[in-house]
């Protein structure tokens, strides 16, 4: 596409500051801006992992509260205060005004676009997302579905099994990764590491950020960096064991803390064990 039928849009980076005087950050979102096409957004995502690496006391949560914030401006949010009321430009240049709180903003950068919506999403992955770490947060599947206890999973029937691994150049390291269960009532539980090492559970499917066909964007990020992918894993051993039985126990594993830290789900003929190896999870499952 020529460059006189692409839009010019501007865009800002926002970063989380844990310790202002410190002016150490890392990338935490994006809000991209083309008055050509009456677009105005943001993409955040907070790798908590790397920001206790950095600052260890800090309140992660008041900083992605504060990048939530700043997603409902974005939109016109009515939620998010009388600023989300203004026109898309001047909420730009209040999102884009430099300040000294824990969520900062970088100088504005400037491009061309023929899609700014695929833009973002691109700015986002390349800027803000850790490549080869934890599974992407999007408007598909979020933190919103963390679930703040186990669930309940005893009486359940396994209907399907995905696992999540990364992919770079075609080699799929599959001794880590998130899975995912499908019971026959529909609901879906999905069992990931968190950045603490820590076992976390998700109440929804997991949805691809970057579903074919690819842009030309999107391939070279992925060509560079890998990508995860789900696969369907019922068919195939060890996991078809388990495929058809219903849950008769669930033994949580829990560290000096009571931090929950792996899982023991047993069915009427096999065992699924999920540990934290290195800050990753892992599955086994044996019989009996």
Not at 71 to 100: M, Q, Y
Not at 122 to 149: D, E, I, K, Q
Not at 253 to 276: F, H, K, P, S
Request: charged share 25%; proline share 5%; net charge neutral.
């Amino acid at each position: 596409m020529s460059a006189s039928a692409r839009s010019p849009f501007a865009y800002t980076v926002l970063r989380a500051v844990p310790r202002v005087e410190r002016a150490e950050f890392i990338n935490a979102g994006v809000v991209l801006f083309c008055r050509e096409r009456r677009f105005l957004d943001a993409r955040t995502g907070l790798d908590c992992g790397r920001l206790a690496a950095i600052a260890p006391d800090c309140d992660s949560d008041e900083i992605a509260a504060q990048l939530a914030a700043i997603e409902r401006v974005a939109r016109g949010d009515s939620s998010a205060g009388p600023i989300a009321s203004l026109a898309k430009a001047e909420r730009f240049h209040w999102l884009s005004s430099p300040c000294s709180t824990m969520v900062g903003r970088s100088e504005v950068h400037t491009g061309l676009t023929d899609d700014p919506s695929r833009t973002l999403d691109h700015l986002f992955r390349t800027l803000v997302m850790t490549p080869g770490a934890r599974l992407p947060r999007h408007a598909g599947w979020n933190r919103a579905n963390r679930l703040s206890t186990a669930p309940e999973l005893v009486g359940r029937e396994i209907a399907r099994i995905r696992r999540l691994h990364y992919t770079f150049r075609g080699d799929a390291n599959t001794s880590d990764g998130p899975i995912e269960l499908t019971f026959s009532d529909g609901a879906v539980v999905m069992f990931d590491a968190a950045a603490d090492w820590t076992l976390e559970c998700f109440g929804a499917a997991w949805v691809d950020p970057l579903p074919e066909p690819l842009s030309r964007l999107d391939r070279a990020y992925v060509d560079r960096y890998g990508r995860w992918y789900a696969y369907d894993v019922t068919e195939g051993a060890p996991y078809r064991w388990l495929v058809g039985a219903t849950v008769r126990q669930t033994i949580p594993q829990l560290n000096e803390l009571l931090e929950l830290t792996g899982m023991l789900i047993r069915t009427d003929g096999a065992v699924l064990d999920l540990q934290i190896w290195a800050g990753e999870l892992r599955s086994f499952v044996r019989q009996g």
